[in-house]
């Protein structure tokens, strides 16, 4: 859109002491032409723009027009480049580059885009991830209904919601609100989540209830756990949980946390084979035993 290339043009101006027609023409894939017409905008917006002809010549931002550099200092602007370098990993990423190259010409620090902290937050199927969550984006902004196939542990639903935000959180991606099925505000993981469509139908913005927005209230640790590790697991026990999570004894590590999700308690102790025994609750304990003995018979 011109509105949008027209602020990127005036950012490079403002970045560098000059440029030339056609460096601008091929950054922003436009014509010499266009870019001729964009500068006289500049001008009659009343951009001190000056152009000059011929060898070392070029366009540039009259002396003494500039941004205030003071606004952001070298750690703020790091910090904010690392933000937008993770949200990029999972978006389109034109956009994110175009506010990368305003915060450098917004600010006196020297920053290096080549940023030291690395965020990434895609997964083995970025291709497809990127896709839903450009797409419930536009759902949330144009207030527009999605519908998407709904996949858990009783089977698959057809699900239709009013969208209102998409949600990183405890390691996955999950699309927050009001089910039209439940008539009540859902999370749903967006792993599990698959056939999204944006519906032409738009919905009247609802004014979501305080308790609703604590989206760490679903994570509640009300199931507690104590078990006993080999001392050859103590390096995974660190990486998740750190250094303090167990306490010696002659036994082993024993470990105690509590959990939120009794199958992820579950299929994550059964990842350890048999360097680990559950001492309570022992209904888990029973039920991993349970397990394994169905795995044992596969095998016979």
Not at 225 to 250: H, N, Q, V
Request: proline residues 3%; contains cysteine; aromatic residues 10%.
């Amino acid at each position: 859109m011109k509105l949008n290339r027209l602020l990127g043009i005036l950012t490079v101006l403002l970045q560098r002491d000059s440029v030339t027609a056609p460096e601008l023409a091929e950054r922003f894939e436009v014509n010499r032409r266009t870019i001729g017409r964009d500068i006289d905008a500049l001008c009659l917006a009343g951009i001190p723009v000056v152009t000059r002809q011929g060898a070392g010549g070029g366009i540039s931002i009259a002396e003494g027009y500039k941004l205030d550099k003071n606004v952001l200092t070298a750690d703020e602007l790091s910090g904010i480049i690392a933000a937008l370098k993770g949200i990029g990993s999972v978006t389109g990423r034109t956009h994110i580059e175009q506010t990368l190259l305003k915060l450098r010409a917004g600010s006196g620090a020297v920053v290096s885009l080549k940023e030291p902290v690395i965020i990434d937050l895609a997964s083995h199927y970025k291709g497809q991830l990127t896709v839903k969550i450009e797409l419930i984006k536009r759902g949330v902004l144009e207030a527009r209904l999605i519908e998407f196939d709904y996949y858990y542990e009783k089977g698959a639903v057809r699900r239709r919601i009013e969208p209102y935000f998409v949600i990183f959180q405890w390691t996955a991606w999950y699309v927050f609100g009001y089910c039209t099925d439940r008539r009540d505000w859902r999370m749903f993981k967006l792993q599990r989540l698959w056939n999204l469509e944006l519906s032409d139908e738009h919905y009247p913005v609802r004014d979501i209830p305080p308790e609703r927005r604590d989206f760490n209230a679903r994570f509640t640790d009300d199931i507690s756990l104590a078990a006993l590790f080999d001392p050859s697991e103590r390096y995974k026990l660190i990486e998740t949980y750190g250094l303090e999570c167990y306490s010696e004894t002659p036994e082993g590590l024993l470990f105690e946390i509590g959990f939120t999700n009794r199958d992820y308690i579950i299929s994550w102790l059964l990842s350890f084979g048999g360097r680990v025994r559950v001492i309570e609750p022992l209904d888990i304990a029973d039920e991993i035993q349970a397990a394994a003995k169905n795995i044992l018979a596969k095998y016979k």
